[in-house]
Each structure stands twice: as C-alpha cells, then as structure tokens.
C-alpha cells in the first residue's frame, strides 16, 4: 500500500518568514495530493491539491509543487502570519475504486510575531 | 452551504460499552470517509462508503467496529466493547459524485473526540 513521509515535524519561522514542507509518496500510481490545515480541537481543513498531471499550483501565499518522477511533493507558505500556526498534513491517493487518503504523520508550524 | 456534520462532538464511554458516531454529509455528497487520528499522529483511513454500499474496508479493524450508511440518515460508525485503546478522534469526510475514477476533494467534519475509561 501507499507510504507517505513527512518532513520536519515541527517547524517555527519568523512572521513574514517562508516555510516549506516536504513529504515523499511510495506508490507510483498515486495521482492526487492534497494538503490539510488543522488547528487545535478542530477537522483538518483542505487548503490546496495538486493533481499528478500539473508540475505546481499556486493560491495566493501558498502553492504546491509536485515532482513525479522523485516522488515528492511540497507546501510552500510564503508573507507567514500567525494564523498560519496549525498542523499541516499532505495525503496521497490513487484513482478508481481505493479513494482512501494516505496521511503524512503532519507538521506543527508555529509563526513567531 | 453546511458542512460536514457530525455528532456528537464528544462521547464518554466506559469499557465494554457501545459507541455511535454520526456523520452528516455535505449537501450533494454521496461518498462517505471514516478517519481515526490517535493523539500526536496523523489520520488514518478506516472505511469508505456510498449509499447503502460498503466501497472499501481495508482500514477497519476486524472485530467490534462496523459502519454503514444507509438510504436514509446520517453515517454511522459503531464501536462494540470498546476498549481504552479506542479513544481518539474519529473523523468524518465526504465527496461529491463525479467523473468515474477520479479522485475528488474529501471535506472532513470536526471529529468525535472518544475517551473510553
């Protein structure tokens, strides 16, 4: 089955600051990756999703960008805020019939102000 | 447009009891996503269903747990006997019908925070 890896785990950047998060996906014919917000008490919130048939996507300070023949796909989260602190995951997941998400095991970002 | 729905928030039960969840999907979904996360861990898939079908439950454990999602109504998520080793959350996500194959957006609800004592 799908094995996703998530890196780093925690992550503080100064507000204004960039951050980045890295995850790499095992299975070859996973073709959709989304990214999910979670803050404190609450369910994971959609933010971005990539498809394997685009390189990048792009919404507002925060894109995506997506490396097929690597296997790896990345948040990027540029001007950061303090309301950007939550838990970040990526997920893959494969067409057709297994519509399951495979999560990475997340990313607490703090934006120091 | 409400979201996803689920209830209730919070449940307390006691070993060997029996717990429901509910969920609610968004207007015009009709595929239905079962979540558990453990404390300090990401979410982990458990069971996809569409109406009055189970599609795909390779997540679920083998005793104790069973979901469906009938013709009418909410989704439900039973727990039988439920030991401490069941509290988590339990997360809710629903899609759209769409194009056959694709993968469309799961929307996820705010969760079941379950704590066995």
């Known amino acids: 089955g799908e094995n996703v890896e998530q890196h780093p785990s925690t992550l503080s950047v100064q507000e204004g600051d960039s951050a980045v998060i890295k995850c790499t996906y095992s299975?070859?014919?996973?073709?959709?990756f989304p990214w999910y917000k979670q803050e404190l008490g609450k369910g994971p919130q959609l933010i971005i999703d990539?498809?394997?048939?685009?390189g990048e996507k792009k919404d507002q300070r925060i894109a995506v960008t997506l490396n097929k023949t690597a296997k790896h796909f990345s948040l990027h989260i540029t001007e950061t805020q303090p309301e950007d602190s939550a838990v970040y995951f990526c997920?893959?997941?494969?067409?057709?019939?297994?519509?399951?998400?495979?999560f990475g095991s997340g990313t607490q970002l703090t934006v120091l102000p | 447009n409400a979201g996803v729905m689920q209830n209730p928030r919070h449940l307390v039960r006691r070993r060997g009891q029996e717990a429901r969840l509910r969920c609610s999907p968004m207007k015009g979904h009709s595929h239905v996503y079962w979540y558990r996360q453990l404390p300090e861990e990401g979410l982990k898939f458990m069971v996809y269903?569409?109406?009055?079908?189970?599609?795909?439950e390779s997540g679920m454990p083998k005793e104790r747990f069973s979901a469906e999602f009938p013709k009418e109504g909410p989704s439900i998520l039973r727990i039988q006997q439920v030991v401490r080793g069941d509290s988590a959350a339990y997360f809710c996500?629903?899609?759209?019908?769409?194009?056959?194959?694709?993968?469309?957006?799961?929307?996820f609800g705010p969760g079941t925070r379950l704590t066995v004592l």
């Open positions: 990539i498809r394997s048939n685009v």
């Open positions: 299975d070859s014919a996973s073709n959709y």
């Open positions: 996500a629903s899609s759209p019908v769409g194009i056959a194959g694709g993968q469309h957006e799961q929307f």
């Open positions: 997920a893959a997941a494969s067409s057709g019939s297994a519509r399951q998400l495979t």
């Open positions: 269903l569409q109406k009055e079908n189970i599609i795909d």
